[in-house]
């Protein structure tokens, strides 16, 4: 498996919905939009229904810890108007092509949800990218906004600040900045 780091530049964000629009679909976009706002688990995302959202907080149960989570997001209420306007209450959000055997739609699956980030990051030259991606830079953008470690580090079910940090992939910005800095000069 390959390790995945979050989209830390607010352009390429812009960039990635403007190549999932391109390439995909507002499905394709509405995914990546909910996952960098929220901080889910994608397996958690695509088991979402209308209902579960519009009330513009998710609450469920994650399936990894299964430790039950409210997420409040009034901050992308328009976004989600938007999308699910033309859904059912028992829709899921991200509707695959396929039916169950029983003819009842189903929600796309991880793998596609991989191809459909993982190619729209490769048409506009981000490497690095899975459905995790979405997840770090929620956490990665909350961080440098919040400075709030132990309050990310409960929202992810992390057992230390240190592994958050170093999930969100700051560490490794600290590292780079350091040696930068540090060695800047020395050697010329």
Same mark, same amino acid.
Do not use: W
């Given at each position: 498996?390959?390790?995945?780091?979050?989209?830390? =530049?607010?352009?390429?964000?812009?960039?990635?919905?403007?190549?999932?629009?391109? &390439?995909?679909?507002?499905?394709?976009?509405?995914?990546?939009?909910?996952?960098?706002?929220?901080?889910?688990?994608?397996?958690?995302?695509?088991?979402? *229904? *209308?209902?579960?959202?519009? =009330?513009?907080?998710?609450?469920?149960?994650?399936?990894?810890?299964?430790? !039950?989570?409210?997420?409040?997001?009034?901050?992308?209420?328009?976004?989600?108007?938007?999308?699910?306007?033309?859904?059912?209450?028992?829709?899921?959000? $991200?509707?695959?092509?396929?039916?169950? *055997?029983?003819?009842?739609?189903?929600?796309? =699956?991880?793998?596609?949800?991989?191809?459909?980030?993982?190619?729209?990051?490769?048409?506009?030259?981000?490497?690095?990218?899975?459905? !995790?991606?979405?997840?770090?830079? $929620?956490? &990665? !953008? &909350?961080?440098?906004?919040?400075?709030?470690?132990?309050?990310?580090?409960?929202?992810?079910? !992390?057992?230390?600040?240190?592994?958050?940090?170093? &999930? /969100?992939?700051?560490?490794?910005?600290?590292?780079?900045?350091?040696?930068?800095?540090?060695?800047?000069? /020395? $050697?010329?």
């Amino acid at each position: 498996m390959n390790y995945v780091e979050p989209i830390r =530049d607010l352009k390429m964000i812009k960039q990635m919905k403007d190549s999932l629009r391109y &390439y995909g679909s507002e499905r394709d976009v509405f995914l990546f939009n909910l996952g960098i706002n929220c901080g889910l688990r994608v397996s958690d995302m695509l088991k979402l *229904k *209308k209902e579960n959202i519009k =009330d513009y907080q998710i609450k469920l149960k994650e399936s990894k810890t299964k430790k !039950h989570k409210v997420v409040p997001l009034f901050h992308i209420k328009e976004d989600i108007d938007n999308y699910i306007q033309f859904l059912e209450d028992d829709d899921y959000l $991200f509707r695959s092509n396929r039916k169950d *055997k029983s003819g009842n739609q189903k929600s796309i =699956d991880r793998v596609q949800a991989y191809r459909i980030l993982n190619r729209a990051a490769r048409n506009i030259g981000l490497e690095d990218i899975g459905t !995790h991606s979405m997840r770090k830079t $929620f956490g &990665y !953008h &909350y961080y440098k906004r919040t400075n709030d470690i132990a309050l990310l580090m409960d929202l992810f079910n !992390h057992s230390s600040q240190s592994v958050t940090l170093r &999930y /969100i992939g700051i560490n490794q910005d600290v590292l780079n900045q350091s040696i930068s800095t540090a060695m800047s000069g /020395i $050697f010329d």
